[in-house]
């Protein structure tokens, strides 16, 4: 549109198409606007159905058969470990906590010696006791939740002298500290002699007999 120069109309003329052209420039600038405004609307709908899309990409990768069992087994390994850590903390007087590896493979953190990580096969014998012992409980937890006791039949009797206080240690620790109930198994007198109430089982000519010791 051309607007009358100075001198090509009346004073009136000159303002009517003045206000003309303001107001188709306005008239521009607000669907602009509102082009800017559809924009950022369509750059936000295309960002989420991107990430929508992403998200569909990686549950197909898992759902695979092989792929979703492998990720299933780890996340819930995961959550046994982290489970077991705290529970070895309080039964190890706060120097032994458990962790994964790379290549998710139960390492142990020894407080004793500033934090280092090293395979929980390096553990001694009472203090793998100690950490098969956490993991059974957290295994415990997860599959049957406010489970009130659990019975141990563990092999005490390949067990040396100092292995097996720790182990009685151990126990008492967990009987004390938990309301829990805490059964063991065991042909070994220097192991059932620390057990407050015991059920000793005999067996003659006549058959088995079982007698109340203890408390």
């Known amino acids: 549109h051309q607007v009358p120069l100075p001198g090509e109309g009346t004073p009136d003329q000159l303002g009517a198409a003045v206000a003309g052209e303001v107001a188709r420039v306005e008239s521009r600038l607000e669907r602009v606007k509102e082009a800017r405004e559809r924009a950022a609307e369509l750059a ?5 159905k991107e990430h929508a899309a992403k998200v569909a990409h990686e549950l197909a990768l898992r759902l695979r058969a092989n792929a979703f069992e492998r990720w299933l087994c780890a996340e819930a390994l995961d959550v046994l470990v982290t489970t077991a850590s705290g529970l070895l903390k309080e039964l190890s007087d706060g120097q032994y906590e458990l962790a994964l590896s790379d290549r998710t493979e139960i390492e142990v953190i020894d ?10 096969r390096t553990l001694s014998g009472g203090e793998t006791f100690q950490a098969a012992l956490a993991l059974a409980l957290a295994l415990s937890d997860a599959v049957a939740r406010g489970l009130d006791s ?7 009797g390949t067990l040396d002298p100092a292995t097996l206080d720790t ?10 500290a938990q309301e829990r109930m805490v ?10 002699e620390r057990v407050p109430v015991r059920f000793e089982v005999s067996r003659d000519a006549k058959g088995s007999h079982v007698r109340k010791a203890g408390l």
């Open 44 to 48: 936000e709908e295309a960002a989420a």
């Open 111 to 120: 407080h004793a010696e500033a934090g280092l990580r090293r395979s929980a």
């Open 150 to 156: 659990i019975f141990l039949d563990e092999g005490f």
């Open 167 to 176: 182990v009685a240690t151990t126990l008492e620790r967990l009987a004390a």
């Open 183 to 192: 059964g063991v198994v065991t042909h070994v007198p220097a192991l059932a």
